[in-house]
Structure formats: C-alpha cells, structure tokens
C-alpha cells in the first residue's frame, strides 16, 4: 500500500523557520515527481513547490526564494525547507506524488493538483505575528 507522511508543522513566529519532511512507502519514489501543496480553509489544495525524477524543481510565485524542495531517493523522503515563515504561509501542508511525466517543462503550480496519484495526509503549519 502507497502511503506517503508528513511531519514537521507546527507554530512558529513570522520570521522564523520550519522543515517539513514526508517519509513515503509503497511506491518506487525515484520514478514520481513529487511536491508539496498548501491548503487554507474555502481554498482549494495549491501546488507551492515540486520536484521532478531529474531533479528540476517548480516553485509557486508567493514562495519563490523563500521555500527550497528538496529529496533524499535513497530514503524515499521529500522535504521542505521554509524560511522567512509569514503568517500567510499558514495552512494545511500536504505532500503528493504524481506519475505523468514532466516532459521537461511545469504546468503552472495552480494546476498540480490534477496530475496526483498519491496524497499525504497533512501536516499543518501556523505561523503567527
């Protein structure tokens, strides 16, 4: 069974720094892209930054500088590096994996969300000022 887990939310102050990570199992990792999704409540679940199997990285526009994605294959883990924390960064953060290849180019972060395979349950992150 594909499961996919994150951990590393929690509350933090505007400023400040958090890692998320998401342990994955079930699947073969290295063949998926992955990346991380943030969801605020009456919003729709949104790409924030992603990951491909040759290493090119997408990044939405609201987190570009601030959020680096980054992978370990050997450990079937994703992460995410975020800095300079806002409270508008507060959400519910979700990792997730997706099959379709990436052909060497990024649909925009808005439309990620469509080329799912596998979702994570949620970490959420809060960020106060």
């Known amino acids: 069974q594909v499961q996919l887990v994150e951990s590393g939310g929690g509350s933090v102050q505007a400023g400040g720094s958090l890692r998320l990570s998401c342990a994955t199992s079930?699947?073969?990792?290295?063949?998926?892209?992955v990346a991380w999704f943030r969801q605020v409540p009456g919003k729709g679940r949104e790409g924030v930054a992603g990951?491909?199997?040759?290493?090119?990285?997408s990044y939405a526009d609201s987190v570009k500088g601030q959020f680096t994605i980054s992978k370990d294959n050997a450990e079937n883990t994703l992460y995410l590096q975020m800095n300079s924390l806002k409270p508008e960064d507060t959400a519910m953060y979700y990792c997730?994996?997706?099959?379709?290849?990436?052909?060497?180019?990024?649909?925009?972060?808005?439309?990620?969300?469509?080329?799912?395979?596998?979702w994570g349950q949620g970490t959420q992150v809060t960020v106060s000022s």
């Open positions: 997730a994996a997706g099959s379709r290849p990436g052909g060497g180019s990024w649909y925009a972060p808005r439309e990620w969300h469509f080329f799912v395979d596998y």
């Open positions: 079930g699947y073969t990792f290295s063949r998926y892209w």
């Open positions: 990951i491909d199997t040759d290493g090119s990285t």
